[in-house]
């Protein structure tokens, strides 16, 4: 069975702060890993990264990944109160299986 | 931007009630699915949908859920006889799955309260 595991379970900082979120998983014939950020309602997308991808930035944000040791970061970077939410992340295997296996995700709240 | 739409945000049902969730992928997008997040819980996969059939449907989806496209622009997950573990939240998610890679977008959700 797919697993993903993401840490801390939770984070707190203080604005401005760097923030790094783990995600680990084990899938058979990985495909895919994709974050979402969580706020209220629906997952958000952020990035996918894939064997061609390993590694994407957007502003502040950042994420890598590392195929051999099975594992992804997500870092923030000068965070802002805006960044509050759950980071999510999700894995697909081959592709056959089209179903995203979700870890249960890192609440991530920034004091200003 | 385009975004998945989902109606309605909140369906309270009484258990044994049978409810249609409805959503309206992404217009160019091709495969559809239905998650659910029970509340605390991970998200769940429940089924996919391509070509107007079912490609892949997870334990939990069993003969009290059916999906179906109506017409060209919705997408509906029904519970025939709800119970009370039902409730939870209920995205739809839909990806155009260019060059292969499976980016799929979510609804805001609908939050279903079976009583």
Known sequence: ?112 | EPEVTQTPSHQVTQMGQEVILRCVPISNHLYFYWYRQILGQKVEFLVSFYNNEISEKSEIFDDQFSVERPDGSNFTLKIRSTKLEDSAMYFCASSLRTGGYNEQFFGPGTRLTVL
Request: hydrophobic letters at 35%; aromatic letters at 8%.
């Open chain 1, 1 to 112: 069975e797919d697993k993903v595991v993401q840490s801390p379970l939770s984070l707190v900082v203080h604005e401005g702060d760097t923030v790094t979120l783990n995600c680990s998983y084990e899938v058979t014939n990985f495909r895919s890993l994709l974050w979402y950020k969580q706020e209220k309602k629906a997952p958000t997308f952020l990035f996918m990264l894939t064997s061609s991808g390993i590694e994407k930035k957007s502003g502040r944000l950042s994420s890598i990944l590392d195929k051999k040791e099975l594992f992804s970061i997500l870092n923030i970077t000068a965070t802002q109160t805006g960044d509050s939410a759950v980071y999510l992340c999700a894995v697909e295997a081959d592709f056959g299986n089209e179903k995203l296996t979700f870890g249960t995700g890192t609440r991530l709240t920034i004091i200003p």
